[in-house]
């Protein structure tokens, strides 16, 4: 095999596509939904975006809503993936759900807009991100930012939909903090 300038300039122009197509997927593969510093892998200081609703405040210090937080993402059957133990926050990044959460059908939970079969969360693949970040007002007071968002994608296509929370986890997730918190 004869190799020409032209061989090595279409080479180099390949490596440089596969090598710009796998950042592409790292970078989607690492979104976060607005929770997490991409570069760092750290929790942001504040979630980007608008919040579905104003953060809780508790009469109890940051340290033990922190230790409370797993028995509340137990009890949504949500699976941890994140835990930020300097930044007291934690939560699930874009897990898989296929099933209701706090017994609520997602389509209530999450607006990803409407086809011609009902709401997308109810027909599509849905990516939540559920994050709770304690953050100490006082000694003896906590402000808990919850932030609830998803992505939904028709079944087998990589093209998807932003969904907006409707509060409800939110308010539920809050309401079994507060529980939590209170044994």
Known sequence: MRITSHTVQAGIAATIMVLGAARLEAQRAGESGGAIDSKSGRFLNEFTGVPARVPDTL????ARVFAALPAVFSALAVPLTVVDSSAKAMGA?????????????LSLLLEC??????????RYSVQLTLVARAK???????EVMTMVRGDAAPNGLSTSVKCASSGRLEDRFAELLRNEVAR
Do not use: F, K, M, W
């Open 113 to 122: 807009g409407t086809g011609s079969y009902g709401p997308n969360a109810e």
């Open 136 to 142: 100490a007002i006082d000694s003896t007071h906590t």
């Open 93 to 105: 990044v874009r897990v898989l759900v296929r099933r209701p959460i706090a017994g609520q059908r």
């Open 59 to 62: 009469a109890v210090s940051d």
